[in-house]
């Protein structure tokens, strides 16, 4: 059974930092992009970055650029999303997603971890 | 890169069909074969109904298609039933080899 769980989420300062994790069992996780979708409390999905199987490519939408990273460990099978320089506005449940196919998400996703950044 | 204009809602009886709307350009809807549609329950994460404008993953009902036509793709939901009640979002690749996601449509069964 392919399972997603995310964590690292909670209250950060504005400016602060907080790393996700997505644990992934269950599927052959190099052999998969992976990707961070967003969705503010009451809000829309925003998709934030996508990640190669061999972690040589990745790609962010423009408001997280310089700020966060995506990354993943194929040993470890997780995926991480390192976000500095945190804004009132990067409030959101924050979830995981395998991607198999050209989509924002794909088929499987994780529960979501809720990232509040407050003072 | 700007959110994809769909409709804030849409509504229906029963057995009914009904059509959401995904307004890009031709930079993502227009430009690319990659729209897809995810259904969001309360309290849930999404699930993908459609991609590649047209195709359903396995164990999606055939009561959902897709469609795209120039810079707009649409989503038909037929034979509507209660539980089809949720939010909709369509997604595109775009020309930055990113994703958008649409504005989101919250759809309810009369």
């Known amino acids: 059974e392919v399972q997603l769980v995310e964590s690292g989420g909670g209250l950060v300062q504005p400016g602060g930092s907080v790393r996700l994790s997505c644990a992934a069992s269950?599927?052959?996780?190099?052999?998969?992009?992976m990707s961070w979708v967003r969705q503010p409390p009451g809000k829309g999905l925003e998709w934030v970055a996508n990640i190669k199987p061999d972690g040589s490519e990745e790609h962010y939408v423009d408001s997280v650029k310089g700020r966060f990273t995506i990354s993943r460990d194929n040993a470890k099978n997780s995926l991480y999303l390192q976000m500095n320089s945190l804004r009132a506005e990067d409030t959101a449940v924050y979830y995981c997603?395998?991607?198999?196919?050209?989509?924002?998400?794909?088929?499987?996703w994780g529960q979501g971890t809720l990232v509040t950044v407050s003072s | 890169q700007s959110a994809l204009t769909q409709p804030a809602s849409v509504s229906g009886s029963p057995g009914q069909s009904i059509t959401i709307s995904c307004t890009g350009t031709?930079?993502?809807?227009?430009?690319?074969?990659?729209v897809s549609w995810y259904q969001q329950h309360p309290g849930k994460a999404p699930k993908l109904m459609i991609y590649?404008?047209?195709n359903r993953p396995s164990g999606v009902s055939n009561r959902f298609s897709g469609s795209k036509s120039g810079n707009t793709a649409s989503l038909t939901i037929s034979g509507l039933q209660a539980e089809d009640e949720a939010d909709y979002y369509c997604t595109s690749y775009t020309s930055s080899s990113t994703y958008v996601f649409g504005t989101g449509t919250k759809v309810t069964v009369l």
């Open positions: 031709s930079s993502d809807v227009g430009g690319y074969n990659y």
């Open positions: 997603a395998r991607t198999e196919v050209a989509t924002a998400g794909g088929s499987y």
């Open positions: 269950g599927f052959t996780f190099s052999d998969y992009w």
């Open positions: 590649d404008v047209s």
